[in-house]
């Protein structure tokens, strides 16, 4: 394995050993769909985004929004293995008087760029920011995590529409392609493909990708950062529950942590693979 | 008597604004002309965005400019404005304090003949409601002037209500405002009319019509109402020892139940709200809607007389 690509893979998979603590101890929060959007957010936090911990409102940052606000397990881990707060805080996560609400908060945690959680709301916000960096002539970018099913959101629709419009060329916006929501198949709910055609004709650049191989997510991510008068959308297929075997494609798992003899078994499991990467 | 229209005020403060703070940039959504951040695109398009109709989308973008250490205003009417983006405004300005400004007009039923669809009798209700949140209804331009400047200047969310109709001049051109002081523009001793917005004018109207009736009524102009000035309407009430609040809003939420709950803790004084039922507005102009609501001179005259002798009786 590439070195960079297994450093990421390893931390991805450290951190879904927290996503697993953090939700079982909370005995709430959103395991499966924080387990299949971290290994992108891996990539960003350590390999893409142009950002500095230590202090967090740098001027020449580059954004990230996370629209999906309930992927809160994973975003939370992310900033602690950046070093914006200690990981002995993850344990807190959903506590009364907790920094870590169920749900991200501005102004409560750094490096958390706005409130997010009521679904829909991130790209318009991701848009405002992008053109703000225009305006100022800054060379930072945007980047924008949304869920396959919070897409039925009318107002995502509205900001598509936006940067398409506007050649927002500063921004990326990630769809976590897990294929599942609450009520079951995004495909059942609401008919979203074919989604690269729409999205091309609302002008975007668009890409797909495996959301769990790190050199396409890698790969995908400098596209991105090289393409001139157009937003780009990345379609990330991913896997909802990733890394856990039971709780893969379960939509139990969206809003409903492992119970303690889940939560073992799931931890030996990702014990098991982080061995195998070590050992490669 | 002089009438000058809030929203031209609004947009002329806002372009002389921009002009001097390079932060300042305007969002609408498909309605400048109306609302006037026109006179802004106009001069300096490269910081204006017209969001097209898609109220939720512009609240959000305004958001992420804020963000970037831009000052937003947003404008749309009041019924798109708040409605429609309630959840927007709560999520995205409000839970983040957010230094957005959300600029609205044709608030209330004097937007006249587009009917019940297009007069917000409750966007007062849903902004005070809002943690975070302050909310400015000026009662003349030269107060809107004032209140663009103060909002300006001021860090986090706020919420101006204008209205589609010109008002009456109440104050000097050159007025120094204190924004956050209830505004006693009439001394009185045996009632207290507690207005807002265009109902300011009207109270003062009122008010000389209750002279015959042996009615010395005080006349306050309540701009700020969030954060409401407790103060001066308490001691008020307590020198008055009756209240009548007014406005071109629902007497659901409004300014009537937000000066109830600042003075009941303090002063046990009967309080008569008159503004719009618990119903939605309906077609027709701007003056015969404010005499079919009850809401011109007159009408208002007379209820403040029927309230005093059934209480004073
Ligand atoms: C506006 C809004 N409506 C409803 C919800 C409740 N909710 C939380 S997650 C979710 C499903 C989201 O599905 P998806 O975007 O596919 O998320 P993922 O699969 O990535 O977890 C819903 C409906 C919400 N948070 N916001
Ligand atoms: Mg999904």
Redesign the interface.
């Known amino acids: 394995m590439e070195e960079e690509t297994k450093r990421l893979k390893i931390l991805a998979y450290k951190m879904r050993k927290e996503i697993i603590q953090m939700t079982n101890k909370a005995k709430s929060g959103h395991p499966g769909g924080s387990l299949s959007c971290i290994d992108i957010l891996t990539c960003l936090y350590f390999n893409v985004l142009r950002h500095n911990p230590e202090n967090p409102e740098w001027e020449e940052r580059d954004f990230f929004i996370l629209s999906k606000g309930h992927a809160s397990p994973a975003f939370y881990s992310v900033l602690s293995y950046s070093g914006y707060f200690e990981k002995d805080e993850l344990k807190s996560f959903r506590q009364l008087n907790s920094r870590l609400q169920g749900h991200p908060e501005k102004g409560t945690l750094k490096g958390v760029e706005i409130t997010t959680g009521s679904l829909g709301q991130g790209l318009s916000i991701a848009n405002g920011i992008a053109l703000g960096l225009k305006l100022k002539k800054s060379t930072a970018r945007v980047y924008c995590l949304l869920g396959d099913g919070e897409l039925q959101e009318g107002q995502l629709w509205e900001a598509i529409q936006s940067a398409g419009h506007r050649k927002i060329d500063n921004l990326c916006v990630i769809l976590d392609r897990n294929r599942l929501q609450i009520d079951g198949f995004v495909e059942d709910l609401k008919k979203e493909e074919p989604l690269e055609d729409k999205l091309k004709s609302f002008l975007f650049n668009v890409l797909r990708i495996d959301g769990h191989n790190f050199n396409s997510i890698l790969d995908a991510f400098n596209i991105a950062s090289k393409t001139r008068s157009k937003p780009t959308f990345i379609i990330a297929d991913t896997i909802k529950g990733k890394g856990v075997s039971f709780m893969e494609n379960n939509v139990k798992f969206h809003g409903v942590p492992p119970d303690d003899e889940e939560t073992e078994t799931a931890l030996r499991e990702i014990d098991e693979e982080l061995r195998k990467m070590e050992r490669e | 008597m002089e009438k000058l229209s809030l929203r031209d005020c609004y947009g002329e403060t806002l372009l002389n604004l921009a002009r001097e703070d390079k932060r300042i ?1 305007a969002l609408d959504a498909d309605l400048s002309g109306s609302t006037k951040t026109s006179l802004l695109s106009k001069e300096i398009p ?2 204006f ?1 017209d ?2 109709v ?1 109220e ?15 000052i ?1 205003f947003a404008s749309t009417f009041a019924v798109f404005g708040t409605g429609r983006c309630y ?2 405004i ?3 300005v409000c ?4 230094n957005v400004k959300i600029v609205v007009t044709h608030g209330g039923i004097t937007v006249g003949e587009d009917g019940a669809t297009h007069q917000m009798v409750e966007d007062i209700a849903l902004m005070t409601s809002l943690p975070n949140m302050r909310v400015f209804v000026p009662a003349d331009a030269y107060q809107t002037k004032s209140v663009i400047e103060y909002v300006a200047k001021k860090e986090g969310p706020f919420f101006v209500r204008l209205s589609r109709e010109k008002f009456p001049v109440i104050y000097d051109k050159d007025k120094n405002f204190n924004l956050l002081k209830a505004d006693i523009l009439k001394e009185g001793k045996n009632l207290t009319f507690i207005a807002t917005g265009l109902m300011v004018f009207n109270c003062l109207e009122a008010a000389k019509a209750l002279k015959g009736s042996g009615i010395d009524a005080e006349v306050i102009n309540v701009c700020s109402i969030k954060p409401i000035d407790k103060e001066t309407i308490i001691s008020s009430a307590k020198k008055t020892g009756l209240i009548v609040t007014v406005e071109e809003h629902s007497v659901m939420n409004g300014l009537g139940a937000q000066v109830l709950s600042a003075i009941c803790e303090e002063a046990f004084v009967p309080l008569l709200k008159i503004g719009i039922e618990d119903r939605f507005g309906t077609s027709g102009k701007p003056d015969e809607l404010l005499k079919y609501f009850g809401l011109d001179p007159e009408s208002i005259a007379k209820k403040a007389i029927e309230f005093y002798k059934r209480i004073k009786k």
Request: proline fraction near 3%; charge should be neutral.
């Open positions: 940039v490269e910081r965005f969001m097209g898609a939720a989308d512009m609240i959000g973008t305004a958001t992420g400019l804020s963000l970037t250490g831009f937003p959840d927007q709560r999520q995205s839970i983040s304090k957010a």
